[in-house]
Structures are given as C-alpha cells and as structure tokens.
C-alpha cells in the first residue's frame, strides 16, 4: 500500500506535466480533493482557465492506493459505474 506522502509526489509530478503543456501559469497549490477506498484524487485549479470558460479550470489526478498508478478516465468511470449499481459491486 502507498503512503499519501508518495501519492502526493506521484500527483504533483503529473500535475506539473499537465500545467507545463498549457499557456495558464496560475495554478493553485495542488492539494487533496478526495479519497476512497482505491485511490486519492488530487487538485490545482487555475483562475484563467475558468476565465476563459474551461471546465472544470483545474487538474484532477487519481493516485491508486495500491500500486500508485494514475487512473484513466475510463477506470475511474467504471469504478464510479460499478459503486452506483448493485448488481456490478461484486464484480
């Protein structure tokens, strides 16, 4: 199981990546946004990119708890697909 502290350095890394590929250079601090049971998702927004109309003006990155790989957009759908359906919770 990963430490927080780890997830962090593995979604500040990712997060960077992402901010150094826009124009926008107003990020905030990136901080925990939530947790779950399989992995925390961490956040920096930025003002301009609301501004300008993005949505949601901020990056999101999931850490896994487990091996500390960044979730896909697809994995995280599915797991939020599976907790809100029954009969896919066992699955």
Same mark, same amino acid.
């Given at each position: 199981m990963l430490s927080k502290n780890e997830a @962090?350095? *593995? +979604?500040e890394k990712a997060i960077f990546q992402m901010q150094e590929k826009t124009k926008y250079d107003d990020f905030s601090p990136i901080e925990l946004n #939530?947790?779950? !049971?399989? @992995?925390?998702?961490?956040?920096? %927004? #930025?003002? +301009?990119? *609301?501004? !300008? %109309?993005?949505?949601? %003006? +901020?990056f999101f990155v999931s850490v896994d708890k487990t !091996? %500390?790989? *960044?979730?896909?957009?697809?994995?995280?759908?599915n797991y939020y697909q599976r907790k809100s359906v029954p009969e896919l919770q066992a699955a």
């Open positions: @962090f350095k *593995i +979604a #939530s947790e779950n !049971d399989s @992995f925390w998702t961490y956040i920096s %927004g #930025s003002q +301009a990119m *609301i501004n !300008d %109309g993005c949505v949601p %003006g +901020a !091996d %500390g790989h *960044i979730w896909t957009r697809n994995e995280t759908e």
